[in-house]
Structure formats: structure tokens, C-alpha cells
Antibody, heavy 119, light 110 residues
Framework: EVQLVETGGGLIQPGGSLRLSCVASGFTVSSNYMSWVRQAPGKGLEWVSVIYADGRTSYADSVKGRFTVSRDTSKNTVYLQMNSLRAEDTAVYYC?????????????WGQGTLVTVSS | QSALTQPASVSGSPGQSITISCSGTSSDVGGYRYVSWYQHHPGKAPKLLTYDVRNRPSGVSNRFSGSKSGNTASLTISGLQAEDEADYYCCSYTSSNTVVFGGGTKLTVL
């Protein structure tokens, strides 16, 4: 059974850093593209980042230069390192698995982890 | 990377059909077949309904269908059911090698 579990969220001051983890089971993270998507309170879904099977990465303009996505295949885990956090980064962060055979769609999602950026 | 444009809300009665539009540009919706739709019940994980414009993952009801014309994609839900009440999001690959979501549409089943 495919499962994704995000951890690492919490309350952080503006300018601070957090690292989110997404532990996968039921498949290998290096065999799929893995995306991060966030949802700010009362707002819609916003795509954040992707790491492809070949290791290439891509980021939304709103986080480029501040966030870094990576993976550890030995731990079957994907990470989102978030630096220089801003109030507008406050959101529930989801990791999601790329859907085999599709272009950029995702099928399985984690339950999300809440990041609150506030002083 | 402006969000794709969706109506904020739509409504319909049980048994009816509704269509949600998703307007983009030639740099996203119009330029690629990589458009997908998601259903999101608050507090739960989003669910993939259609991908690559009109394909459905196994297990998704054929009441959900996707299409595209020019820079606008659409999701049609036929035979509305109470359980369809949720938020719906379109999503597209872009020419910047990024992905963009629509602003979301709240579906109310009357």
C-alpha cells in the first residue's frame, strides 16, 4: 500500500528555516517524480516544487532560491529545505507522488504538515 | 506563474450535470496535454480525477470527464451526487517547466 507521511512542520519566526520530510512506503521515491504542494489558510492549492526520477528539480517562482527539494533513497524519503521563511509561506505542505504514465499529475498525497511563519 | 482561472463557485442539483472551466494561456493549458483535475474535500488529501486532459485513473467514476479547447480546459461532472460537494482544482504543466494550479472552484450540490 502506498503511503506518504510528512513531518517537520511547526511554528517558525520570519527569516528562519525548516526542513520537511516525506517518508514513502509501498514504492521507491527514486522511481517516480515527487511534488510538494501547499495550501495557505483559506486559499487554494499552490504547486511548490518537484524532483524527477532523474534527480532534476524545479521550483515555483515564489520559493525559488529559498527552498530546496532533495531525496535520500536509502531512507525512501523526500525533503523540502525551506530557508528565509516569510509569513506568506504559512500553509499546510503536502508531498505527492507522480502518477505513472501521466505528465505531471500526482496520485497519492500525504496528510500534510502545517508550517506557520510568525513572530 | 499566474494561477489558472476557475470560477469561484458552481452549483447543481442531484442528477444534473455541471461543467467547471479552467482558463490559461498558450504557455500552459493551451500548449500542453498535461492538464489534470483534482477533487478536494477539506481536511482530506486531494484526489486525482483526470490526467493528460481526458484520462481517468482506475477507480475514478466515469461521471467525471475532462476536455480541452484552446487555452481552456473543462471538467464535467454528470449525475451529480451529494458526495461530489467539494473543491475542484485544475492543474497544468507550463513552458517554464513548472506546474500551476487553478484558484479552485467550490461545488455546491443543492
Amino acid at each position: 500500500e502506498v503511503q506518504l507521511v510528512e513531518t517537520g512542520g511547526g511554528l517558525i519566526q520570519p527569516g528562519g528555516s525548516l526542513r520537511l520530510s516525506c517518508v514513502a512506503s509501498g514504492f521507491t521515491v527514486s522511481s517516480n517524480y515527487m511534488s510538494w504542494v501547499r495550501q495557505a489558510p483559506g486559499k487554494g492549492l499552490e504547486w511548490v516544487s518537484v524532483i524527477y526520477a532523474d534527480g532534476r528539480t524545479s521550483y515555483a517562482d515564489s520559493v525559488k532560491g529559498r527552498f530546496t527539494v532533495s531525496r535520500d533513497t536509502s531512507k525512501n524519503t523526500v525533503y523540502l529545505q525551506m530557508n528565509s521563511l516569510r509569513a506568506e509561506d504559512t500553509a499546510v505542505y503536502y508531498c505527492a507522488r507522480g502518477y505513472d504514465g501521466s505528465g505531471y499529475a500526482v496520485d497519492y498525497w500525504g496528510q500534510g504538515t502545517l508550517v506557520t511563519v510568525s513572530s | 506563474q499566474s494561477a489558472l482561472t476557475q470560477p469561484a463557485s458552481v452549483s447543481g442539483s442531484p442528477g444534473q450535470s455541471i461543467t467547471i472551466s479552467c482558463s490559461g494561456t498558450s504557455s500552459d493549458v493551451g500548449g500542453y496535454r498535461y492538464v489534470s483535475w483534482y477533487q478536494h474535500h477539506p481536511g482530506k488529501a486531494p484526489k486525482l480525477l483526470t490526467y493528460d486532459v481526458r484520462n481517468r485513473p482506475s477507480g475514478v467514476s466515469n461521471r467525471f470527464s475532462g476536455s480541452k479547447s484552446g487555452n481552456t480546459a473543462s471538467l464535467t461532472i454528470s449525475g451529480l451526487q451529494a458526495e461530489d460537494e467539494a473543491d475542484y482544482y485544475c492543474c497544468s504543466y507550463t513552458s517554464s517547466n513548472t506546474v500551476v494550479f487553478g484558484g479552485g472552484t467550490k461545488l455546491t450540490v443543492l
